[in-house]
């Protein structure tokens, strides 16, 4: 009678596989896509993963940072790398994956600012802007240290328009940020003081000799200059406020003449002008 042998038992300590070991698999690197810096890190997954021996980005060796026992995680910090797609491959000591695609893309350029127009306003805010240069989506705009308000960028990104806020008389830095940069609007912005307005001269009348001293009474009159009959008035100062300027008139010619008060914003005539008598 013939006897039924079974396997022998394989020796404590060792391992027997059924199959011959096959080269690992990958099914994804996460996330398929990265800066050309490098740097960053991916996860790979997979079968048979480890012990890897090396992980290639499109032929450049990629660091590796973490493997599970089990073989099925990689994470590796990517190398730089050119521009485009990539396959990343997993080594090991029996053989080297397939490879799966991986993109390198560029960074963002960026923005760039060539003008403004108009390059000053009223430092009430308020005046429309636009700004042209070169990869200005998604920006913000800041004058000094205020945000504009109501930003529009063209689609390619070329041009944006917006409205100023409100700021100080004088020069200011006009700054352009995106998420990829900032740049500066060559020759800023320049907030204007208010153009001058006169509602009365008191008195309205006067010697022709001249040396009579007046009020006018009006708005955004500091740092004027006063003309009675085309001719300056002297000793001209305006209050604090800048609503009463002070002055003398000049000598003139009996009769009705024009009182213009000027100040680097504007000018603004006087109703009802002088009258020399």
Do not use: C, E, R
Request: charged share 0%.
């Amino acid at each position: 009678m013939s006897t039924l042998m079974l396997p022998s038992a394989a020796p404590v300590g060792s391992t027997q596989f059924p199959f011959p070991p096959t080269p690992p698999v990958l099914i994804a690197a996460l996330p398929a896509s990265g800066p050309t810096t490098g740097a960053n890190q991916v996860l790979l997954l997979g079968v048979g993963l480890t012990p890897a021996t090396g992980v290639s980005f499109g032929g450049t060796a990629a660091t590796i940072v973490s493997q599970d026992p089990f073989g099925f995680l990689t994470v590796v910090t990517a190398p730089p790398h050119a521009a485009g797609a990539v396959l990343v491959t997993v080594t090991t000591a029996v053989g080297t994956s397939n490879g799966v695609n991986y993109t390198y893309a560029a960074p963002p350029s960026p923005p760039t600012a060539t003008s403004i127009t108009p390059a000053s306003g009223p430092a009430s805010g308020g005046t429309a802007f636009t700004i042209a240069g070169t990869d200005l989506s998604n920006a913000i705009v800041l004058f000094g240290a205020l945000p504009a308000t109501g930003v529009v960028v063209n689609a390619a990104g070329t041009s944006l328009t917006g409205v100023t806020p409100p700021g100080v008389p004088g020069n200011v830095t006009v700054t352009v940020i995106t998420l990829s940069g900032t740049t500066v609007v060559p020759g800023g912005f320049t907030y204007l003081t208010p153009a001058p307005t006169a509602t009365a001269i008191i008195p309205a009348t006067g010697p022709a000799a001249g040396g009579a001293p007046f009020v006018i009474i009006g708005s955004a009159l500091t740092g004027a200059t006063v003309t009675i009959g085309g001719n300056p008035a002297t000793g001209v100062v305006a209050d604090p406020t800048g609503t009463v300027l002070f002055g003398t008139t000049p000598a003139g010619t009996v009769g009705n003449v024009p009182v213009v008060v000027t100040t680097p914003s504007g000018s603004a005539t006087v109703p009802g002008g002088f009258t020399f008598v």
